[in-house]
C-alpha cells in the first residue's frame, strides 16, 4: 500500500492518492539433464487486485470544482517457459527457448478510460557461447524477445472531463513489447578478467510516465517506440593475498524514443526522430572492493 497526501491549500493543485494491492502467484518447474542437454521447463501464475482513490482540488482560480475518483481494476497473467541448452562439443553451447504469455485485466469502474484488454505474447530466445581453446576467451551472443505487461491502472470518472479532445485524451494501456540482441567477450589473464558486451534493444509501446505537476504522483503511459543501446565494460582482479579483490566496472547507455504516446494520458502530438528519454543515462563508472577480515 501507498499514500500520498498534499496540503489542501497547495497551489497550483493539491493531490492525493490512496492505493492498495493485494497479490498473489505461484511457479511450477522442472529440470533434467539428458546426454548433452540441459532442459527446464516450467509455469507462473499471478494475480493481483488493487484499490485507488485519486482526488485533486484546484487552487488555481480556476473554477474548477474537486473531485475524486475510486478505481478496483484486477489482472492475472500467465507464463510457459521452456528453455534448452545443448553442448555438442566441450568449447560450444547452444540454447533456444520459448515463453508464450498470456495477460488479461478487468473490473474497472463503468467510467474507466482504460478498457478491459486481454492480450498474448510469444517470446522466442537464441543464443550461443564459444570458449577460445588456449586463450580461454568465452565469445557470446544472444537474441530474444521479451514481453512487460501494463500497469493495470490509470484514471477516469471526473478526470477525463478535465482532457479536453483534440488536444488531450486518455488511450487504454497496452503491454511493451523488447527485441534484444547482444554480443560479449570475457577474456581471463593472469587472475584478471575483462569483461565487455554492446546490447542493443528495439521497443514497441515502450513504459513510461509523466508526473502530475511538481508532485510524486505518476500517470503511466506507454511510447510507440523506444530504443536502448549501450555497451558495458567490468575489470576484475585476482585475489590478493586470498582476502581483497578490486572491480571497476564502465557502462555508456542511450535511451531514446519517438513517436506518439499509445497509452495514457496524451496530446497526440508526433516526433518522427529519435530524441533522448527523460531518464536516459549515458555513462556510469563504479570501482570498488571487497576485503575478507582474518578473524
Not at 526522430?273 to 575478507?292: C, I, M, S
Amino acid at each position: 500500500s501507498g499514500d500520498y497526501a498534499s496540503k489542501p491549500t497547495d497551489f497550483h493543485i493539491a493531490s492525493t492518492e490512496t492505493r492498495s494491492s493485494t497479490y498473489a502467484g505461484g511457479q511450477a518447474s522442472f529440470a533434467a539433464n539428458y546426454k548433452r542437454n540441459d532442459l527446464q521447463v516450467g509455469f507462473l501464475s499471478f494475480y493481483q487486485r488493487d484499490n485507488q482513490l485519486f482526488g485533486l482540488i484546484f487552487n488555481d482560480n480556476s473554477g474548477n470544482a474537486p473531485f475524486t475518483d475510486a478505481e478496483h481494476p484486477s489482472a492475472n497473467l500467465e507464463t510457459f517457459y521452456i528453455d534448452d541448452k545443448f553442448k555438442p562439443f566441450s568449447w560450444l553451447t547452444l540454447s533456444a527457448g520459448m515463453r508464450p504469455t498470456r495477460f488479461s485485466e478487468g473490473n474497472f469502474a463503468a467510467t474507466a478510460i482504460a478498457l478491459p484488454i486481454s492480450e498474448s505474447a510469444i517470446s522466442p530466445r537464441f543464443g550461443a557461447t564459444v570458449t577460445i581453446p588456449r586463450l580461454r576467451w568465452i565469445l557470446r551472443a544472444f537474441y530474444g524477445h521479451y514481453y512487460q505487461s501494463p500497469p493495470i491502472e490509470t484514471v477516469s470518472g471526473s478526470l477525463i472531463t478535465q482532457c479536453q479532445p483534440p488536444n488531450c485524451g486518455f488511450l487504454p494501456l497496452h503491454g511493451e513489447r523488447d527485441e534484444e540482441h547482444q554480443f560479449g567477450v570475457t577474456i581471463p589473464y593472469h587472475g584478471w578478467v575483462l569483461d565487455a558486451d554492446n546490447f542493443k534493444t528495439n521497443v514497441a509501446n515502450f513504459l513510461d510516465h509523466n508526473n502530475l505537476g511538481a508532485s510524486n504522483i505518476f500517470f503511466p503511459n506507454t511510447i510507440s517506440r523506444a530504443q536502448v543501446r549501450g555497451w558495458e565494460l567490468t575489470l576484475r582482479s585476482p585475489r590478493f593475498a586470498k582476502r581483497a579483490q578490486i572491480h571497476l566496472a564502465y557502462s555508456n547507455q542511450i535511451v531514446e524514443g519517438s513517436g506518439t504516446i499509445t497509452g495514457g494520458l496524451t496530446d497526440f502530438t508526433l516526433s518522427p526522430e529519435l530524441a533522448p528519454l527523460d531518464h536516459d543515462q549515458r555513462n556510469t563508472l563504479n570501482v570498488g572492493g571487497d576485503l575478507t577480515l582474518p578473524w
